[in-house]
């Protein structure tokens, strides 16, 4: 079997690949379509995530404009919500309810809410462990020596790191935008009949990371199956 090239256990990655390629299409159409929605409150992303913020309490977050095409996020290292400058400047539908997402971050942190702090301790471990996964097991399937089951083992447990990271993102992620659709509706930012199209972004936007997953989960059973073939 050739790991870089073609072996029977590459035909588990091809689900999750089309779950992947269908979960970016659908969340960029999504967004692409509310983005041309423009909210009947007015409200910009920027205007939203502040309002949010001020209902809540959260006088010590702030907001930054960063460029990009959805590259919007939370920092809970500096306590930043950043939105890319369409949603940042956007009046959309699409805009505020990426805003009310991020600032659901927010929400999470000031609550203390596990799972995030889980991924954001995990997250600098995850992210170097990932980096070192798959030359330790490269080495380890292409230099034979009484090391390479070793090297193999090793990249298998950092790339395990990566997975729980993967796993440990779906709640902090679905729970934000549970966060954000509260905070949407029970206060009535938006009217009711663009509930349905906030929710759809939010939906959509999900669907990234559990095709993450999926994809991170196969990739890892794949590797133990590498490794099985050389025992």
Do not use: C
């Amino acid at each position: 079997m050739y790991f870089m090239g073609f072996d029977p256990t590459f035909v588990l990655l091809i689900p999750a690949m089309i779950f992947a390629f269908w979960a970016q299409w659908k969340v960029q159409s999504t967004y692409k379509k509310m983005s041309r929605v423009r909210a009947a409150n007015g409200m910009t992303g920027h205007d939203m995530a502040r309002s949010i913020m001020v209902r809540n309490g959260l006088s010590d977050v702030g907001i930054e404009e960063v460029d990009g095409v959805l590259t919007d996020h939370y920092d809970p290292r500096v306590r930043k919500v950043r939105l890319s400058t369409n949603n940042y400047q956007g009046d959309s539908l699409a805009s505020i309810a990426v805003a009310a997402h991020e600032v659901g971050h927010a929400l999470q942190h000031a609550n203390g809410y596990a799972p995030l702090a889980i991924r954001s301790a995990i997250a600098p471990v995850a992210g170097f462990a990932s980096t070192l996964a798959f030359p330790l097991f490269l080495i380890g399937m292409f230099f034979r020596s009484g090391m390479s089951g070793f090297f193999m083992d090793l990249g298998i447990l950092f790339f395990s790191g990566a997975v729980l990271f993967q796993f440990v993102t779906l709640p902090v992620e679905f729970d934000a935008s549970k966060r954000a659709l509260a905070q949407l509706t029970e206060t009535g930012a938006i009217a009711p009949q663009e509930v349905a199209g906030a929710k759809k972004v939010l939906d959509a936007a999900a669907l990234t990371y559990v095709a993450a997953a999926a994809m991170a989960a196969l990739q890892l059973l794949r590797l133990v199956l590498l490794r099985n073939s050389r025992r």
